[in-house]
């Protein structure tokens, strides 16, 4: 029985490894030039879907199947494609920037997943980006220094985090709501005090910004040296402190006591309250923590990227962090690697527009496509804690 | 998630049903009246603390909203400009109105829709498809079409979230704030410089302006003037009301929206239920996208697509308790907030437009705090109700 599972499975992922094949042939270094080849590569790979598909492996026979199709397509789309338009738009570049445009998702996102594995929905993640964003900028000015900056990023978000806390923990307000009512809150406050105080606009010369670690031994590796130099030589001191709170966020949810307690109170705080956890406090803490996330997020654009503040800079990231954290299964690991998704859609999408004259409002549609994919629960359910949303009435 | 655990708070407290509360008629238009007062006060403090005068600010912004037209002693030129603002006004109280409409709809059956911004632009741009593709037919047929363009397209959208809700249990929270990307990041792609539906000046990201036929007629002012899309909000609220409380589908909703396990024991179907409400809900935000288009902006520009309008939408029928009345007065509150504050309608010598339009989203959000954390002030009367209703009960057995 397990043997004939097993091969059943093996025939799925290899369904899979051919769709893949089919598109990657297109590709530098192969870049084969000849319709038939994605073709017929991706036929096998539909056949082999289709085997695994009758066989009951019903997860990976659809995986396959999907693969394969899109590795036809875009093996097609591939070659119809200069070549050297493939190699400008494939280039380490491309990697450095997926990253930069991860990070203030993957802050936010481990921020909404503290949030709600402690069980409060937080779609104020917005609004505390966005607070972030303001508020670094003006610590930034004010101060001098960007660490001054990052600091009262992380205080403003967190106060806003804490009005969210109060009216869906002590009020028992619906979170939706609150977390609705923070995101407007944070959007005329911030733009208040901009026109306020900035009102001849932001001297980016005046904003100390976050600085880029150069690290020039990367380029003395031999082989993948100039590659890795390429990709992680001049990122911001912000994107390595990103890749420390993701591992943060694994560690403490799921190696310390107090991540159990955090994950405990979101999937049933009765039973935590019963054994003596405080889940209001605990759950003040988690919402705390999820805004001084999101803020940093925030403060990476604007004092570790563009330099300024703008209006509503942050456009909707606290919704694709807020969406990765649901297509990572409420997980920091996979949430983080659904950032970098979104993120090389992102990056993707500036020279695909450049290069190969794809519209880029096309290709930022695909991680919201993909989140729906998603929670419709094509990739496997996403189940959020059990307590996620629901307020918690002390006995 | 609907398996909820036995021994979970009231299940209306929780993110899929927190229905029941909002419907409570405690404080009936007190509460949101409160909230508004207080919002107010609480924006006039900002505007001081800020260094500016707050009467005089407040009252400035009143003036632009054209609600002075109102007031007999008003005359002449001053007359004239009311009567312009409050058109625009009223103006903007329609898609409110109907964008509000499709929270309220959506929420009768359990369901939060936040998706109206998605819906809005979909109607939009069906709407403006059927206005601009169409040429040649008679005017009140084509103003029809469009119009039912802009419900289907509006329909079809929330019945994306509906459907996912009912097939998967996808929560619609998250996928309606998914859709309204979807379609703002389309709706750009489609217009945008060598898009599909991109109009005949191939150097503007814009769309053609729709046909003569199409356009709705305007019955107050001249250009642009008030056309008749506000009676047809105020019929949506009519058929609102109709629908929920007048026929079988509306009762099943209300049933759904109050326990969905109950109705679902007596025999209500659920899951079309679901998918229902949010295609109807979706109905309602795709004509406010309809009328905006085939009543006044006639064209779309892909610069266009930031405005945010449906999510004001919810603002509206969150102070509007969901009450056809309610969303109503709501509705002008929050339109006549974003016209006053704009920079064509407000001084900028007695209050900075910039700051007042700020102002506004602040006092929004505000009103929403205030109206949410009123479930407390009911929660707290329901409680003191049960504990009088167990007291006699404890008492019973004493008695001969």
Redesign the interface.
């Known amino acids: 029985m397990i043997d004939r599972v097993r091969s059943t499975r093996s025939v799925g992922i290899a369904g899979i490894a051919f769709g893949v094949l089919a598109f990657w042939l297109a590709l530098p270094p192969f870049t084969i030039r000849a319709a038939a080849v994605p073709i017929l590569i991706g036929l096998v790979g539909l056949g082999l879907g289709a085997a695994a598909l009758a066989q009951g492996e019903k997860k990976l026979g659809g995986f396959a199947l999907a693969f394969a199709f899109l590795g036809i397509l875009g093996g097609l789309w591939a070659q119809g494609v200069e070549k050297s338009t493939l190699q400008d738009v494939l280039t380490a570049g491309l990697l450095a920037s997926t990253l930069r445009f991860a990070t203030p998702l993957a802050f936010a996102a481990m921020g909404g997943i503290f949030s709600e594995r402690s069980g409060v929905v937080n779609i104020g993640l917005e609004g505390m980006m966005l607070t972030g964003a303001f508020f670094a900028v003006w610590g930034s000015i004010w101060s001098g220094s960007w660490v001054v900056g990052l600091l009262m990023a992380m205080l403003f978000g967190a106060l806003l985090a804490l009005i969210h806390a109060f009216f869906s923990i002590h009020l028992r307000a619906d979170q939706i709501v609150s977390g609705f009512a923070v995101n407007f809150l944070a959007l005329g406050v911030t733009g208040y005090l901009f026109s306020d105080l900035y009102s001849s606009g932001i001297q980016t010369s005046d904003v100390s910004r976050v600085p880029t670690l150069s690290l020039n031994f990367l380029d003395r590796i031999p082989g993948i040296g100039a590659f890795l130099h390429d990709v992680f030589g001049g990122l911001s001191l912000l994107v390595w402190l990103m890749f420390l709170a993701v591992g943060l966020t694994y560690f403490v949810l799921f190696r310390t006591p107090l991540g159990l307690r955090i994950r405990s109170v979101g999937e049933h705080p009765r039973a935590a309250d019963t054994v003596g956890i405080s889940v209001y406090g605990i759950r003040y803490l988690a919402v705390t923590t999820s805004g001084m996330l999101a803020a940093l997020g925030g403060a990476f654009l604007s004092i570790g990227f563009v330099g300024t503040f703008s209006e509503n800079m942050t456009s909707g990231r606290g919704f694709i962090a807020l969406a990765a954290v649901i297509f990572g299964k409420w997980r920091p690991g996979l949430a983080f690697l659904a950032t970098l998704l979104f993120g090389f859609g992102f990056a993707l999408a500036i020279p695909l527009q450049r290069e190969a004259g794809i519209s880029e409002n096309l290709v930022s549609t695909f991680p919201y496509i993909l989140t729906l994919v998603a929670v419709a629960g094509l990739i496997g359910r996403s189940i959020p804690p059990a307590a996620d949303g629901r307020p918690y009435v002390k006995q | 998630?609907s398996e909820a655990?036995p021994?979970?708070?009231?299940p209306e407290?929780?993110?899929?049903r927190?229905t029941g509360i909002f419907y409570e008629r405690v404080g009936g238009a007190l509460v949101p009246l409160a909230a508004t007062v207080l919002a107010f006060l609480i924006g006039g403090l900002?505007v001081l603390i800020?260094g500016h005068n707050p009467v005089t600010a407040y009252r400035a912004i009143f003036n632009g909203t054209g609600f002075n037209w109102l007031f007999p002693w008003v005359t002449g030129d001053e007359r004239r400009i009311a009567a312009k603002d409050l058109q625009e006004t009223l103006r903007v109280t329609t898609p409110l109105i109907l964008t509000a409409l499709a929270v309220a709809f959506a929420f009768r059956a359990g369901l939060?829709n936040?998706g109206g911004q998605g819906q809005y632009w979909v109607g939009f741009m069906t709407a403006l498809f059927v206005g601009t593709h169409l040429a040649g037919l008679p005017r009140p047929l084509h103003v029809l079409l469009g119009l039912a363009a802009g419900i289907f397209g509006g329909m079809v959208w929330g019945g994306i979230a509906g459907f996912?809700r009912a097939?998967?249990?996808?929560?619609e929270?998250?996928?309606t704030?998914?859709?309204n990307?979807?379609a703002i990041?389309?709706g750009?792609?489609l217009y945008?410089l060598?898009?599909p539906l991109q109009g005949s000046n191939a150097s503007l990201p814009r769309s053609d302006v729709i046909d003569a036929s199409a356009k709705l007629w305007v019955w107050w002012g001249t250009f642009p003037g008030l056309h008749v899309g506000i009676f047809i909000a105020i019929a949506a609220l009519v058929v609102y009301t109709l629908i929920l409380n007048r026929t079988t589908l509306g009762f099943g909703l209300r049933a759904v929206g109050f326990n969905p396990d109950a109705a679902a024991y007596s025999g209500i179907p659920v899951r079309r239920s679901y998918f229902l409400a949010l295609a109807i809900a979706g109905g309602f935000a795709g004509i406010a996208g309809a009328i905006d288009v085939l009543g006044f902006k006639y064209a779309v520009d892909?610069s266009d697509f930031g405005s945010g309008i449906a999510?004001t939408g919810?603002?509206v029928a969150?102070l509007g308790r969901n009450k056809p009345v309610g969303i109503f007065f709501a509705a002008l509150l929050f339109a006549g907030l974003q016209v006053g504050t704009s920079s064509r309608n407000l001084d900028p010598a007695i209050f900075?437009p910039?700051?007042a339009?700020?102002?506004?989203?602040?006092?929004?959000?505000?009103v929403?705090?205030f109206v949410?954390?009123d479930?407390?002030i009911i929660?707290i009367w329901r409680l003191r109700r049960h504990l009088k209703l167990r007291q006699p009960l404890k008492e019973e057995p004493a008695r001969p």
Do not use: K, N, R
């Open positions: 998630m655990t021994s979970e708070p009231p407290a929780g993110l899929p927190f900002v800020t939060f936040i996912l097939t998967s249990g996808a929560h929270v998250i996928t704030i998914m859709l990307w979807v990041f389309g750009q792609y945008e060598g898009g892909t999510f919810i603002a969150l900075p910039e700051l339009s700020d102002l506004s989203t602040m006092i929004q959000a505000l929403i705090f949410a954390a479930v407390l929660y």
